[in-house]
């Protein structure tokens, strides 16, 4: 038996929504599995994007060997740009996984200097002590994988996010040999997701979509407006072949459905007829029924491509009366306002608006393993540690429950959080203390700038450029704005000139006059724009980067 | 025929969810259906609730002959006080909800000037020219009416909120048979809750919660915890039988949960057997097993009993390891990240949490009637016009789609919002114009003080007392202030003394330093902490009471 400890430590996503990201080290070796991002919550206004902490890993710098990912999203890969702008080590996924990291990677200019590894699922590598074996699994995104790290005390398996389905768009199988394999031969531990512990039962595979699909293309007379993550390359396919069958022109809107399937295309998941791709502005050149739209902006992102086309704002993409819009995804907890806001708004043209309700058959599936499934891979791999991750307390604690009492299948139930040292050797695995973990707020500007640099406003940093607070007071009804816009400031002085609070104040003041009064009525959208304006107009005139927290008063 | 016009014009409501407000006119008699609240969204941060603008019956004040109520829930009472203290006209009501307006009226000082009526179901009034008929309906409250009102042209029904519960606990049953006699004779107008239209099928009966009780009491072996809406005067019945039939006292903690338990016990729909309630100060005499706590915030409200409870910030309800806690209740859109957030907490207290997660039995049921049962009112009814009410536009849409469907049904269906006038005469019905509406936000003061008067802040008013925004910087993982707190303010001078500001920070200092880490780690709690404890002591030195708005920053 080899002495010393195997050590893992997670650095986010366990007791959180999001930002995954755990260490694994065996003396002087670390790998880092993903490296994602959270979205803040409400209470964080003017903050974009949170990230975690690394003291731990920039403490032991020389250790780090490499970052592995298991899948494209942003919860696990979002804050490579934040991790490899403070240590440039090499980069391991799968070919999708890569080309999305690589898009990221280019628009913060850190890709010339990035070391990227490819993965193949079912092929080795080594890094360091540790020998890898990236299993496929099937998720929401395709291309993903588990991870079975072989250490020097036994196998660990992190299953990465998945769903077992048995009927993936792309014929890629859920690769369930491989995990028999592996709880044949014994493994020390399972690291397992734990988003849909709540749910019994089996999550549908991403086919059950197709019949609610091909209800709608059926019943739609008019434009036929489709909605879904970006990174959902299985809806997207669904949806582009269902246009092509028919007969339906599809115009993409929106940065990243334009990005997500370009990548899609050029690794072969996506094989589009010739011609039937139009730019958006032919969407006005073909007969309304001729025509399919697929639409960023599902979770009512107040820049988004569909909640600009719900207030007809939108330059191509017009929604009008007996139009569809079709909203493919989840509602995810904490955007419930702003998505039935916009679908209010598209009620409001006229539109039939399809979106999660409850009915059958579904509109959206989940991309994440409810109870039999997680059971299932459980039984598989018969770990003697079991490690719920990925999840909010309450998740990881029912997933624990759950598989402790699974008896026969598991040996012993852990619960650690982000933070913790789970250590295993020759005697057995332990909690032995806390590495500081955290939240790092970034601010990475107006959404709607194309290409931004990332902007690492670590909020410790709040003195060097202050709080800027633009107060607008708005008649809810009427929508009209009843006072000159206030704007208060702590900690940012613009060189003294009242001239400048003037101009600020100006500023928003034109914001608000070429918003429309669905907007303002709107309280994210309208906030989003004057953030937006504000700031571009203070960055260009100070140099400075203030937070600003738009505040809305309804009289 | 008569020659006159009937109008329809809904204050509040349609087209946003609560604030339930009707006027119902001929010629020089008007009468207003309901007088709702609605809970604010969470842009309005520093508002405590909102109420109907009543311009419209306030320039036809000597026409307003009456509010008549439909049922006790905050939706379509809570606006009482702010209405009755502009115009004080009778309010009619059954014997509960009158119950409740007594005490509502009476905190605010406005009980001895009101003038209440009560309605008894099935028993006829006359107020004016109106002759309203209450029709005895089931909901998740008791005593609920629904309202025919026989008009110069006709008779018009307003369902109120209702569902079809064919096995009421209180075994008063959905009067069927008076719908079904007015749709043989003839309807004018229906108009009928949208708030499920989207759900299919029928909702269940408040009995199907019994079973789901029935388990977690048996397998309870500690100390049990059950929340719920304290208007829920159903499952408060249902949890003190079985708490007497499983042999554990019952405490009731929180003082909404009291109120509407002793007005319940007045009224004759609960029948407590002697000693079964001890008061909260006795929990810690009995053995865990013997004990049964009602208690009140289900939706995470910072300051409820159950939150504070959560972070073992409560006095009597302490929650150990292994108690069970049961929240039978909805989760509120809005509210998910503010519940979960406590039940985290819960979790981290060892505790057996029991919340709605689409398991069977349900541990709570709605009580709004789902599209089967909206269809067989309409059914019933056959009325020559449909209106929905009570809903967001999007509901109102689908319930008129749902019911222009219903051919021989339905005349034909008409869509309105808050602040149009619809008219009826000989000829037909039509929009007629639009009326003054809006929103009026009222601050009521921190909602931990028992008794206080309702304090009208209007933000019109805003310019009078200002604004002031303690700024505050917490690391959210160890739960330390980073800095010490800042306070900006605007339109508010305090006098033009320093050392009163020097003061107000160390009012928020003083907060933060008397709470725990996890107080601290919620910023719902803290900020309603650190907003109580500055705005009573800016009033106490300044009568004045400017808008309080906290801003976490996390660091």
């Given at each position: 038996m080899p002495t010393g400890k195997l050590q893992v430590v997670p650095l986010g996503g366990l007791g959180e929504f999001g930002m995954n990201c755990m260490a694994v080290r065996w003396g002087d070796d670390i790998i880092v599995i993903d490296a994602g991002l959270m979205f803040p919550e409400s209470e964080l206004l003017g903050v974009d994007i949170v990230v975690p902490d690394i003291t731990y890993l920039l403490e032991n710098r020389s250790k780090v060997r490499a970052i592995v990912l298991t899948h494209g999203h942003e919860d696990h890969i979002g804050g490579l740009p934040w991790i490899l702008s403070e240590l440039n080590v090499p980069v391991w996924g799968t070919e999708f996984t890569l080309a999305y990291v690589e898009n990221k990677l280019e628009e913060h200019g850190l890709l010339d200097n990035a070391i990227l590894e490819e993965i193949v699922p079912g092929e080795r590598f080594q890094i360091g002590t540790f020998t890898i074996d990236p299993i496929q699994v099937t998720h929401s995104l395709v291309d993903c994988v588990a991870l079975a790290v072989h250490t020097p005390v036994g196998v660990i398996i992190h299953t990465g996010d998945f769903k077992v389905d048995p009927t993936p768009t792309d014929n890629r199988l859920f690769d369930l040999h491989t995990f028999a394999e592996y709880g044949k031969q014994g493994v020390l531990a399972l690291f397992q997701d734990s988003t849909n512990v709540e749910r019994p039962g089996y999550t549908p595979s991403e086919r059950a979509v197709r019949r609610k699909f091909d209800d709608v293309f059926r019943a739609t007379k008019r434009r036929l407006f489709i909605s879904c993550f970006s990174s959902s390359i299985h809806r997207i396919k669904l949806a582009i072949d269902m246009a092509f069958e028919y007969n339906r022109k599809v115009a993409l809107v929106g940065r990243s459905m334009n990005e997500s399937t370009e990548i899609a295309q050029d690794l072969g998941y996506l094989d589009i007829p010739e011609g039937l791709l139009i730019h958006?502005?032919?969407?006005?050149?073909?007969?309304?029924?001729r025509v399919c739209v697929m639409i960023s902006g599902t979770q009512g992102e107040p820049m988004s491509g569909l909640s600009r086309a719900a207030v007809d704002q939108h330059k191509h993409a017009k929604i009008e009366r007996d139009d569809t819009v079709v909203l493919s995804s989840r509602i995810i907890p904490g955007n419930e306002k702003a998505i039935y806001r916009m679908i209010d708004h598209l009620f409001r043209r006229e539109a039939h608006v399809i979106y999660e309700d409850g009915s059958s058959p579904p509109v959206h599936v989940s991309g994440h393993a409810s109870q039999e499934e997680l059971k299932l891979i459980i039984n598989l791999v018969k770990p003697r540690y079991f490690i719920p991750v990925h999840g909010e307390y309450r998740q990881l604690r029912r997933h624990g429950e759950m598989a402790a009492a699974m008896h026969g299948a598991v040996g012993s139930v852990i619960q650690i959080e982000s933070g913790d040292v789970l250590e295993f050797d020759e005697l057995g695995a332990r909690k032995a203390g806390k590495v500081t973990v955290g939240r790092i707020c970034i601010d990475?500007?107006?959404?709607?700038?194309v290409v931004e640099d990332l902007i690492i406003k670590d909020r410790r940093h709040l003195s060097e450029d202050g709080i800027v607070l633009p107060i607008i007071a708005i008649n809810k009804l009427t929508g009209q704005v009843e006072s000159a816009p206030e704007i208060v400031t702590r900690g940012f002085a613009a060189g003294g000139e009242n001239g400048f609070m003037q101009e600020a104040r100006g500023v928003v003041m034109k914001t608000l006059d070429e918003s429309t009064q669905e907007e303002k009525g709107d309280y994210g959208v309208i906030k989003e724009k004057i953030r937006a304006d504000l700031k571009r107009y203070i960055v260009k005139n100070t140099q400075r980067r203030p937070l600003i927290m738009p505040v809305i008063l309804e009289v």
């Open positions: 958006p502005g032919q969407i006005k050149d073909f007969p309304p029924e990475s500007g107006s959404r709607t700038d």
